[in-house]
C-alpha cells in the first residue's frame, strides 16, 4: 500500500499533461491547450513512461499514436478526474452550478435541444447550459473529451467508455408544398448533402428520383420544399418543428424507413446530478417531439 501510494504520488501530477497529449496524438494542440511549451510536454511523458516502465505512445517520424497501455491509462485517468470533480461539486454544494453541454446534429439539436435546456434553466438557474452542433461522428470525442455531457446521435459509437441507450424511434417521411403538384413519375427532390458527400436519407431504392438541389440539412431542405414543387426525406420530428412545418404536407408513398435515435454519455463513475438533470429534460423533450 505504501509502495502504491507513493507511485500514486509521483505521477499524479504528471496526469493532466499525459490526457492532453493522448487525446490530443499533437504535442503542440496540447501545449497550446495548457499554455506550455511542448519540449515541458515531451518531458513529462517521458517522466511518466519511465516511472511506469512500459512506452504509453509509439512514435514514428515524429509523430505520436497512443498504444494499448496507453488508452486504458487514458481511461482511467478520465475516470479518476470525474470522480475527483464530483467529490469537490458536492462537498463545496455546487453540483447543481455550473456548466453543462449537449451535443446533436444541426436537425436533432433544433427539434429536441431548445426546449430541453429551457426547462432545465428554468429549474435550475445556477446552471449553465450549452447546445452544441457537430456531426455523429464527433460526438465520442467531445464526450471522452468532457467538452459536452449528452449527445443525441443515430449512429452510437463503439467504445466501453460510453454509455448507450435506444431514447426515441422517429418516423420520416416524404414531404412536399401544400398546394403545388408534384410530379410522382419523376419525384425531383432536395438532398441532404453535397454533390460529392451523399447522405444516405432513407430513399427507397426501388422508387426512381432526380436530385433537383442540395441543402446543408433537413430544415433547408424543408425550406426549399415550401417554396417550390420539389419533396424531401425528413424525419417527422424534425418537420414538425420546422418554419415551415403549416406550408408542408407528407405524401402517402413511397414509404420510408424510421431511424432510431440514442441517448449517449460517458459511463458513470460518480453521481453528475446536472447531467442527470439535463438527461431528464431531454427525455422529455422528446416525447413533446413526438406529439
Not at 102 to 117: F, Q, T, W
Given at each position: 500500500?505504501?509502495?502504491?501510494?507513493?507511485?500514486?504520488?509521483?505521477?499524479?501530477?504528471?496526469?493532466?499533461?499525459?490526457?492532453?497529449?493522448?487525446?490530443?496524438?499533437?504535442?503542440?494542440t496540447a501545449?497550446?491547450?495548457?499554455?506550455?511549451?511542448?519540449?515541458?510536454?515531451?518531458?513529462?511523458?517521458?517522466?511518466?513512461?519511465?516511472?511506469?516502465?512500459?512506452?504509453?505512445?509509439?512514435?514514428?517520424?515524429?509523430?505520436?499514436?497512443?498504444?494499448?497501455?496507453?488508452?486504458?491509462?487514458?481511461?482511467?485517468?478520465?475516470?479518476a478526474m470525474?470522480?475527483?470533480?464530483e467529490?469537490?461539486?458536492?462537498?463545496?454544494?455546487?453540483?447543481?452550478?455550473?456548466?453543462?453541454a449537449?451535443?446533436?446534429?444541426?436537425?436533432?439539436?433544433?427539434?429536441?435541444?431548445?426546449?430541453a435546456?429551457?426547462?432545465?434553466?428554468?429549474?435550475?438557474?445556477?446552471?449553465?447550459?450549452?447546445?452544441?452542433?457537430?456531426?455523429?461522428?464527433?460526438?465520442?470525442?467531445?464526450?471522452?473529451?468532457?467538452?459536452?455531457?449528452?449527445?443525441?446521435?443515430?449512429?452510437?459509437?463503439e467504445?466501453?467508455?460510453?454509455?448507450?441507450?435506444?431514447?426515441?424511434i422517429?418516423?420520416?417521411?416524404?414531404?412536399?408544398?401544400?398546394?403545388?403538384?408534384v410530379?410522382t413519375?419523376?419525384?425531383?427532390?432536395?438532398?441532404?448533402?453535397?454533390?460529392?458527400?451523399?447522405?444516405?436519407?432513407?430513399?427507397?431504392?426501388r422508387?426512381?428520383r432526380?436530385?433537383?438541389?442540395w441543402?446543408?440539412?433537413?430544415?433547408a431542405?424543408l425550406?426549399?420544399?415550401?417554396?417550390?414543387?420539389?419533396?424531401?426525406?425528413?424525419?417527422?420530428?424534425?418537420?414538425?418543428a420546422?418554419?415551415?412545418?403549416?406550408?408542408?404536407?407528407?405524401?402517402?408513398?413511397?414509404?420510408?424507413?424510421?431511424?432510431?435515435?440514442?441517448?449517449?454519455?460517458?459511463?458513470?463513475?460518480?453521481?453528475?446530478?446536472?447531467?442527470?438533470?439535463?438527461?431528464?429534460?431531454?427525455?422529455?423533450?422528446?416525447?413533446?417531439?413526438?406529439?
Amino acid at each position: 500500500m505504501i509502495q502504491f501510494t507513493g507511485r500514486l504520488r509521483t505521477i499524479w501530477s504528471w496526469l493532466p499533461a499525459f490526457r492532453a497529449v493522448a487525446e490530443t496524438e499533437h504535442l503542440p494542440t496540447a501545449a497550446q491547450e495548457l499554455d506550455v511549451v511542448p519540449s515541458a510536454l515531451s518531458r513529462t511523458v517521458k517522466l511518466l513512461e519511465d516511472e511506469l516502465g512500459v512506452p504509453l505512445f509509439d512514435r514514428a517520424a515524429k509523430t505520436l499514436v497512443l498504444n494499448e497501455t496507453g488508452r486504458r491509462l487514458l481511461a482511467a485517468t478520465r475516470d479518476a478526474m470525474r470522480m475527483v470533480d464530483e467529490a469537490l461539486a458536492s462537498a463545496t454544494g455546487n453540483e447543481m452550478r455550473g456548466g453543462i453541454a449537449a451535443v446533436a446534429s444541426s436537425d436533432v439539436a433544433h427539434a429536441v435541444l431548445p426546449r430541453a435546456c429551457a426547462a432545465l434553466a428554468n429549474r435550475h438557474p445556477n446552471v449553465c447550459v450549452s447546445i452544441l452542433v457537430d456531426h455523429d461522428a464527433n460526438a465520442a470525442q467531445l464526450l471522452l473529451r468532457g467538452d459536452a455531457d449528452v449527445a443525441l446521435v443515430f449512429e452510437p459509437p463503439e467504445t466501453g467508455e460510453l454509455a448507450v441507450v435506444e431514447v426515441a424511434i422517429w418516423t420520416r417521411s416524404i414531404y412536399a408544398c401544400a398546394g403545388q403538384t408534384v410530379d410522382t413519375s419523376t419525384m425531383r427532390c432536395v438532398v441532404v448533402g453535397t454533390p460529392a458527400i451523399h447522405i444516405d436519407d432513407g430513399w427507397p431504392p426501388r422508387h426512381e428520383r432526380q436530385i433537383a438541389a442540395w441543402a446543408s440539412d433537413q430544415r433547408a431542405a424543408l425550406e426549399i420544399v415550401a417554396r417550390s414543387g420539389l419533396v424531401t426525406v425528413a424525419l417527422d420530428p424534425v418537420a414538425r418543428a420546422s418554419a415551415a412545418s403549416k406550408r408542408l404536407i407528407r405524401l402517402p408513398t413511397p414509404v420510408v424507413e424510421p431511424r432510431t435515435l440514442y441517448l449517449v454519455q460517458r459511463r458513470a463513475v460518480a453521481s453528475h446530478r446536472r447531467t442527470e438533470a439535463l438527461v431528464d429534460a431531454i427525455r422529455e423533450s422528446l416525447t413533446r417531439s413526438a406529439t
